[in-house]
């Protein structure tokens, strides 16, 4: 199994702006705190009603031509937001 604490993708610190859209809420503004090849954690305050295992749409803002919108899957919840991991498309 290996060392429980070693991620298969180390995470580096970014913060941008990134648009989260699920039927709950709708569609919220917030922000990454840190990103990996495998999923991003987004805190925001709203988020923390989602449950592991539920699927949002995220699309980051503010860059020069329009991101592409990403499923994603929330891996774990915590008091601030979710750690989400990408969902590879079929």
Do not use: W
Not at 39 to 64: A, E
């Amino acid at each position: 199994m290996g060392n429980p604490n070693q991620r298969q993708h180390p995470r580096a610190p970014m913060k941008c702006r990134i648009r989260i859209t699920h039927e709950s809420f709708g569609e919220v503004f917030a922000h990454t705190r840190d990103l990996s090849d495998g999923g991003v954690y987004v805190k925001h305050p709203q988020l923390t009603g989602l449950q592991p295992g539920m699927t949002v749409s995220g699309q980051v803002q503010d860059l020069p031509i329009p991101a592409p919108v990403l499923q994603m899957e929330v891996m774990r919840v915590d008091a601030e937001g979710v750690g989400l991991r990408f969902v590879q498309p079929d």
